[in-house]
């Protein structure tokens, strides 16, 4: 059975850095493409970032140069390191493992994870 929790969210300063994790199970993180998505409240779903099963790593506009996604294949995990935050990065945040049953533009996924909640304040 396929499982993805996320943890590692919390409240942080504009400016702070925060570190999201997704245990993986019943799947190999570094065969398949993964993905981070967030939801700011009240909002829809938005696409936050793509590791492919090959490593490359793409980004969107608004997060490139902050966030960064990586995996620990012996951990099975998979991360995003939040840096620079913004009030504007208030969302919760989920992993995804790649697939066709949900799509969001050409970004489609199979499974996601219950998310974590990650707020920027003052």
């Known amino acids: 059975e396929v499982q993805l929790v996320e943890s590692g969210g919390g409240l942080v300063q504009p400016g702070g850095s925060l570190r999201l994790s997704c245990a993986a199970s019943?799947?190999?993180?570094?065969?398949?493409?993964m993905m981070w998505f967030r939801q700011a409240q009240g909002k829809g779903l938005e696409w936050v970032s793509t590791?492919?099963?090959?490593?490359?790593?793409y980004y969107a506009d608004s997060v490139k140069g902050r966030f960064t996604i990586s995996r620990d294949a012996a951990q099975n995990t998979l991360y995003l390191q939040l840096n620079s935050l913004q009030t504007e990065d208030t969302a919760m945040y989920y992993c995804?493992?790649?697939?066709?049953?949900?799509?969001?533009?050409?970004?489609?996924?199979?499974?996601r994870g219950q998310g974590t909640q990650v707020t920027v304040s003052s």
């Open positions: 995804t493992k790649t697939g066709s049953r949900y799509c969001l533009g050409d970004r489609c996924y199979d499974y």
């Open positions: 019943g799947f190999a993180v570094r065969s398949y493409g």
């Open positions: 590791m492919n099963g090959d490593g490359g790593t």
